[in-house]
């Protein structure tokens, strides 16, 4: 069993779990995920690593109640235990020093850029990093992003913080700056990727996405992560979760996200009518 | 004279049938098809076996169960020794004698099958298997430890009968396993409804009990590798990761919503029991019309699946016809007498969505058997203009798979073929590197159970004269 040895809550809906996980801890690269299954009637779901610490041997997570499984997990506490917790899974990120690169975390995105942006920095790149997020509440791991990056922009969809407006809107006042970025790193909502590649690819700065599919195993026997990446299909739990932005076809990876909306929400409901963050 | 009247009247005795729940009652549940013998027909059948004094359905048997010996002991009404007397070449023979294609190996060796049926060996063994399960009696002794260890990667049908040998030769072992539970295919793809998955993890908890060391959630080539497991102190290592990759077909529409892979369709309902949703948090759906591609008994357990789920037509798209079906014939004729629909000499040309990006529709063109190629096998031919149209709201493609790479890329220096299996030593199933064996369909491509499982007896034989000499 996986242990929750520390919790923390980020935002409203949002926590961050430090799980005892040595053998994984040992092993795991920033871009790299995990999957963990709750208990014995659980699903498996993939989560990107937000921290490790390999002495320590513990893994840390960030996620926001969305729906069944998620609830159940922001809900644990610690000392609480994950019945599975598998990895590490996927391609590491390929650090090297680029020069200057732009780290855009955007919502529960922030998370999944952290260690990639401190890797960066680590290998001697000009780490330049936007946070994007609705509102000024639910900007997360803000501290901890400042101290890996050489320069922070922040925006809100509401302009309660930082800038007005969306990812885009951070990346576009960098660019004004006359930055020489080699490359962009850009995790978040399919839709704020979608469209900072969108933006990139006229300017033509390598942009990274890491996609978020729905999985199952996460070792590549099954294809349910499946994505079109150019003219090629890809299973992201072991071709990536990193692709060139430029190349994936955003909107088929969210229709394909859409695929069980109606069990999700009848999962949802029916822990709601039992009792309240109630388990099973 | 008297022995050769007796044998007369043996081969006249037909083979007794096994009893099953009905068609319209079973396509509409998940419990196990076939009901199993009671003791009295066992005992009944167990009476035909002829006692062959150079018994030939061993030599089908790629385990080789100790056949006539185990049946003697149901005829005499032993059934504890008739479990223990399997127990000693066959680690899982509750799985074994659900699924095995029992018709190609031992029972295809039978006397009595040259003038009559064949004694029905499959179904004594499930027979002896499930009274030794539950009497939890069939057990084997414990054997002196030798101090080597031994690292198997992968909890499948090879992992496991490889596990079980070495265990009983005083080795200690230790399986890695990347799911959350042990038994790979067992678990994961072969449904409920044919080989309950209680049984699987009963015969699990046997092997565990004679000392084999199971991990669960390890992915070997991510959280540790080959390498690094010999460097730890494993003397040697068995390679038993299965062919678990997915083959699709190149058509057009391959990622919409509603195209599962048979792997992905069926670890959904199996492993994660979707069947159960959402008192099990794992969903899985289909729609009112199904279509799978492919003839294999893969294909036959999806649509079978499918058909449980609650879809209304379920419909098998294959491009040759009945005769060159690779599924077992037990299991394509389950399949028809629960009302499984088949397009035979039918190829699907493209899987067309609606604005949703879900399946709206399979596109398909009909097919003739044209003259025999090289190999003597009259190979499909299109015939021009046959295209036609079928409404479906789900696609299952079940055309066979690969080997997963993720142990064999990790691993520098092993020696792979042109479709990445694993090259390895006929004999002791050793592969390129000292020390490294491996088995089952990471070596042959998909196969059968009990191929794996012949193959992890014949590695555990390599590892153990490997270990000895070493």
């Known amino acids: ?132 997020c609705r509102s000024a509440d639910l900007l997360i791991l803000e501290e901890e992003m400042r101290a890996v990056s050489d320069e922070v922009v922040v925006t809100t969809d509401d302009g309660s913080l930082g800038l007005k407006g969306f990812a885009t809107t951070g990346l576009a006042e960098v660019l004004k700056h006359g930055h020489n970025v080699k490359v962009i790193w850009a995790i978040g909502p399919m839709v704020m990727m979608k469209s900072v590649a969108d933006y990139t690819r006229a300017l033509r700065i390598k942009t990274i996405v890491s996609m978020n599919p729905i999985m199952v195993d996460g070792t590549g026997m099954c294809g349910a992560c499946r994505i079109s990446v150019g003219t090629e299909t890809k299973f992201a739990c072991v071709d990536g979760p990193e692709f060139d932005g430029h190349l994936v076809d955003f909107d088929l990876a969210r229709k394909r996200l859409d695929y069980y909306r109606d069990e999700e929400n009848r999962a949802k409901a029916r822990m709601e009518c039992k009792h309240e963050g109630g388990h099973h | 004279m008297t022995e050769n009247v007796e044998k007369t009247k043996k081969v006249k005795v037909p083979r007794h049938d096994m009893p099953c729940q009905e068609p319209k009652v079973r396509a509409h549940n998940f419990e196990e098809v076939a009901l199993g013998y009671t003791p009295e027909v066992a005992i009944e059948e167990a009476k035909r076996c002829l006692q062959c004094k150079k018994p030939k359905c061993i030599e089908g048997c790629p385990v080789e169960v100790l056949i006539p010996e185990f049946i003697k002991k149901i005829a005499e009404g032993d059934f504890e020794e008739s479990a223990r007397v399997l127990k000693i070449k066959n680690s899982l023979p509750a799985v074994c004698g659900r699924v095995c294609p029992q018709e190609s190996q031992c029972e295809s060796k039978c006397i009595l099958g040259i003038k009559g049926e064949s004694v029905a060996i499959g179904r004594l063994e499930r027979f002896a298997a499930d009274f030794g399960m539950k009497s939890g009696k069939a057990t084997l002794e414990k054997v002196e430890p030798t101090g080597k260890r031994v690292a198997i990667i992968g909890a499948g049908p090879a992992g496991l009968a490889c596990a079980g040998d070495l265990a009983k030769a005083g080795h200690a072992v230790t399986i890695f396993e990347a799911l959350h539970v042990a038994g790979g295919v067992l678990m994961y793809g072969i449904p409920q409804f044919r080989l309950p998955k209680e049984i699987v993890q009963t015969e699990i908890a046997n092997l565990k009990q004679m000392g084999v060391e199971i991990l669960t959630n390890q992915v070997v080539g991510k959280i540790t590798s080959v390498d690094e497991l010999m460097e730890n102190g494993y003397d040697a290592v068995f390679i038993g990761t299965g062919a678990g990759l997915p083959y699709f077909m190149d058509i057009p529409g391959l990622n919409l919503n509603g195209v599962y892979s048979a792997n992905e369709f069926l670890t959904r309902t199996n492993l994660m029991k979707g069947y ?111 295209e036609f149209e079928i409404p479906m709201d789900t696609v299952v493609v079940a055309i066979g798979q690969g080997p997963n790479p993720l142990v064999t890329t990790s691993t520098p220096g092993l020696v792979l073929n042109k479709r990445g299996n694993i090259v390895a030593d006929d004999e002791t199933l050793m592969t390129s590197k000292s020390g490294v064996f491996a088995g089952g369909d990471i070596v042959t491509g998909a196969a059968t159970v009990i191929l794996a499982m012949g193959a992890g007896k014949k590695a555990a034989s390599g590892i153990d004269k490997y270990l000895k000499a070493k």
């Open chain 1, 1 to 132: 069993m996986y242990r929750v040895v520390k919790k923390r809550v980020l935002a409203p809906a949002i926590a961050l779990l430090e799980v005892d996980a040595p053998a994984v801890a040992a092993k795991v690269e920033p871009g790299q995920f995990v999957i963990v299954r709750v208990d014995e009637l659980g699903e498996r779901i993939p989560l990107t690593v937000m921290d490790f610490d390999r002495e320590k041997g513990t893994i840390t997570i960030v996620i926001q109640n969305v729906g069944y499984s998620s609830a159940l997990i922001t809900a644990m506490n610690e000392g609480d235990e994950f019945q599975d917790f598998v990895g590490p899974l996927g391609v590491a990120s390929e650090i090297e020093n680029h020069g200057t690169v732009v780290c855009i975390g955007a919502g529960l995105g922030i998370a999944p850029i952290y260690p990639i942006a401190r890797a960066l920095k680590e290998a001697g790149n000009h780490v330049i990093s936007v946070l994007a």
């Open chain 2, 276 to 386: 159960k949703f959402p008192d099990y948090a794992t969903p899985v759906k289909v729609g009112k019309n199904v279509a799978v591609l492919g003839a294999g008994n893969v294909a036959m357990d999806s649509a079978r699946t499918a058909l449980r789920l609650g879809a209304r037509n379920v419909y098998i798209v294959y491009r040759r016809s009945r005769a060159e079906m690779p599924a077992r014939l037990e299991e394509l004729e389950h399949a028809e007498e629960e009302g499984i629909q088949f397009h035979l000499l039918t190829n699907p040309v493209s899987i067309k969505g609606d604005e949703r990006m879900w399946v709206k529709s399979l596109t398909c063109l009909r097919y003739e058997l044209g003259d025999p190629d090289a190999s003597g096998r009259r190979s499909p031919v299109p015939i021009p203009g046959s």
